[in-house]
């Protein structure tokens, strides 16, 4: 793949998918997959800008790819987080998410909170739309974090929005529990809104702080933990780092469903990534690519 090429402009995922693996320089396999999945991120779905229809089509096309099913690090609404915030908006925003769905119906979608999910400014904290319990409902995901195994793979999936950018105590535990718990060297992919490491914090930030911790406790595990997911930051990123595929996925909504940056590259980019989505495949032995896909749209 020739990275020059991949930024200067992506053709549309209908004529042609462009992708970039996470282990470009091995060749390809030979065995299927047992998990083949989408993962999208910060959609950031709003009225404007014909958003709703154009999320709609990308899920059509990301059908088409034969996916098991998807999963989702968040901001998944335009925003429900400032302060001037009203109800109806919430409202509206979640109705849309929703609604758009529709187009998955049947498909099973994991997704974590990101930080544009949650209503602070609810009249009172007893408010039944007020903090993250509200945005569990609505994503219809058991807790703020939780774990699952499917196809001999485990996944976890966490709530960075604390302190900092950051999991809680209560949280941190959990997951040290949970990764002690499961069998030595199951393949485990981890997921949070937020980048844990990777190259994007360098350019904008918005990456965990507590992100020593979670790489000590990552290599202490280092026979199960296989890749590390997020959004956040709209840039498209991996990296690679004690047998740990970090991915920043870039964005379903790139530059927020606008045209694109000052400096943009295409349309609808923010620095150098355009709108899109990845397609992971994960392999029986641990084995883990990820393509990223720009929809154009």
Not at 167 to 195: G, R, V
């Amino acid at each position: 793949m020739n990275r020059k090429k991949f930024l200067t402009g992506l053709p549309i995922l209908a004529a042609a998918p462009v992708s970039i693996l996470a282990n470009e320089a091995a060749p390809p396999r030979k065995e299927k997959p047992v998990l083949t999945l989408a993962h999208i991120t910060d959609v950031h779905i709003r009225s404007g800008d014909n958003a709703p229809q154009r999320f709609k089509d990308c899920l059509s096309k990301i059908k088409k790819l034969n996916v098991d099913f998807f999963l989702n690090t968040g901001d998944s609404i335009n925003d429900a987080s400032y302060d001037n915030v009203k109800r109806e908006s919430v409202t509206e925003q979640w109705q849309l998410w929703d609604n758009c769905l529709q187009q998955i119906k049947g498909y099973d979608i994991y997704s974590c909170i990101g930080n544009h999910d949650i209503w602070w400014a609810a009249p009172d904290k007893n408010d039944d739309m007020y903090g993250k319990e509200y945005v569990v409902k609505r994503l219809n995901i058991p807790h703020r974090y939780y774990s699952f195994t499917r196809s001999g793979w485990h996944f976890i999936i966490l709530d960075g929005n604390n302190k900092n950018i950051s999991l809680d105590e209560e949280q941190f535990n959990w997951l040290a529990a949970d990764l002690e718990s499961i069998p030595a060297n199951t393949p485990t992919l981890i997921m949070s809104h937020y980048p844990t490491f990777g190259a994007t914090p360098i350019l904008v930030g918005g990456n965990h702080s507590d992100r020593n911790k979670l790489k000590d406790l990552f290599y202490k595990h280092k026979d199960k933990v296989r890749a590390s997911l997020s959004g956040h930051n709209h840039l498209y990123d991996k990296t690679f780092y004690n047998g740990v595929w970090y991915c920043c996925n870039g964005a379903m909504s790139g530059f927020w469903w606008g045209k694109g940056d000052k400096d943009s590259t295409g349309p609808g980019y923010y620095f150098e990534t355009p709108p899109g989505f990845a397609i992971l495949k994960l392999y029986k032995d641990g084995g883990f690519e990820s393509e990223y896909y720009a929809h154009e749209l």
